[in-house]
């Protein structure tokens, strides 16, 4: 049995685009410089599925893991690092008073 999204009963549901995820897995591991595209992991299989109450061969598609790549130079798909999550200010350290 095929599920699918009813795109107007899930208006209110948050998602995330592509470079908004990339985003959060820089922030999430700490990385401060460079440019990243998204990545993903995908596994594919074979069944049937029902169509018009008649099982027809079908492709499935998994996304196992989704992740992220450095590239060597800013793509129009790339996130740069550096803007979305910069490196924290030193703070300034506060001498003793003798």
């Known amino acids: 049995m095929s599920h699918s999204v ?18 959060l897995i820089l922030k999430a591991k700490g990385i401060h410089e ?18 018009d109450n ?6 499935k598609v998994a996304i196992k893991r989704i992740g992220i790549a450095k590239v060597d130079s800013e793509l129009p798909s790339s996130v740069n690092a550096a803007l979305v999550n ?3 200010k030193p703070r300034a350290r ?4 003798e």
């Not at 595209?37 to 169509?51: I, S, T, Y």
């Not at 506060?94 to 008073?97: N, Q, T």
């Open 6 to 23: 009813n795109d107007s009963a899930n208006d209110s549901v948050p998602s995330l685009s592509i470079q908004e995820i990339v985003t």
């Open 34 to 51: 460079g440019f990243y595209v998204p990545q993903m992991e995908l596994g594919f299989g074979a069944g049937a599925e029902e169509v």
């Open 54 to 59: 008649i099982f027809v061969p079908a492709i």
């Open 86 to 88: 910069p490196r924290p």
């Open 94 to 97: 506060k001498e003793k008073v």
